[in-house]
T-cell receptor, first 114, second 111 residues
Framework: EAQVTQNPRYLITVTGKKLTVTCSQNMNHEYMSWYRQDPGLGLRQIYY???????DKGDVPEGYKVSRKEKRNFPLILESPSPNQTSLYFCASSVTGPGANVLTFGAGSRLTVL | SQQGEEDPQALSIQEGENATMNCSYKTSINNLQWYRQNSGRGLVHLILIRSNEREKHSGRLRVTLDTSKKSSSLLITASRAADTASYFCATDADTGNQFYFGTGTSLTVIP
């Protein structure tokens, strides 16, 4: 089944404790991206990747890092999480990025930073 | 810089009625898409309309696009309780490599 898999789905952590949210897709998509969703703010893009070793900042990249060493994986790294990073996070992928391409979303990762 | 804004923020209708939600965006686009999100879950693609199209249908969905007004509308006809969800528009600026999502419309269909 074609899908985007995120882990963990739920995580409670404390300020400053590094964490990684993994994202993997099995559709051979070139484009992958991370969004955060907060009440009243919709989805905001954190980082995106056009292909392996090609990443770029979205609208809210502060406090996050990403890497794209393999085509299928695009982990989101919070080096020193803070409470304002408490949010619902989504990974998504598409064939080749914006244009007439559709995003396939993961199920989401709900992160709470205490 | 968020591209889209949906209107209304929340909509409550009776089953069988039609639901209309609107999306406005800020810059020129190549395509506009609508997505649906069931509570707390991942978004699912509904329909895509290109900038040179004015109207598109898919089952009970009808999307219109007015590039001169930088706006789009999504009409769901003969709504069902299962249509209860949040609906988001997403655009791609005609330059750049980002998708931009709106703030969403929360639709409740009352059985």
């Amino acid at each position: 089944e074609a899908q985007v898999t995120q882990n963990p789905r739920y995580l409670i952590t404390v300020t400053g404790k590094k964490l990684t949210v993994t994202c993997s897709q099995n559709m051979n998509h070139e484009y992958m991206s991370w969004y955060r969703q907060d009440p009243g703010l919709g989805l905001r893009q954190i980082y995106y990747s056009m292909n392996v070793e090609v990443t770029d900042k979205g609208d809210v990249p502060e406090g996050y890092k990403v890497s794209r060493k393999e085509k299928r994986n695009f982990p989101l790294i919070l080096e020193s999480p803070s409470p304002n990073q408490t949010s619902l996070y989504f990974c998504a992928s598409s064939v080749t990025g914006p244009g007439a391409n559709v995003l396939t979303f993961g199920a989401g990762s709900r992160l709470t930073v205490l | 810089s968020q591209q889209g804004e949906e209107d209304p923020q929340a909509l409550s209708i009776q089953e069988g009625e039609n639901a209309t939600m609107n999306c406005s965006y800020k810059t020129s686009i190549n395509n506009l898409q609508w997505y649906r999100q069931n509570s707390g879950r991942g978004l699912v693609h509904l329909i895509l309309i290109r900038s040179n199209e004015r109207e598109k249908h898919s089952g009970r969905l009808r999307v219109t696009l007015d590039t001169s007004k930088k706006s789009s509308s999504l009409l769901i006809t003969a709504s069902r309780a299962a249509d209860t969800a949040s609906y988001f528009c997403a655009t791609d600026a005609d330059t750049g490599n980002q998708f931009y999502f709106g703030t969403g419309t929360s639709l409740t269909v009352i059985p």
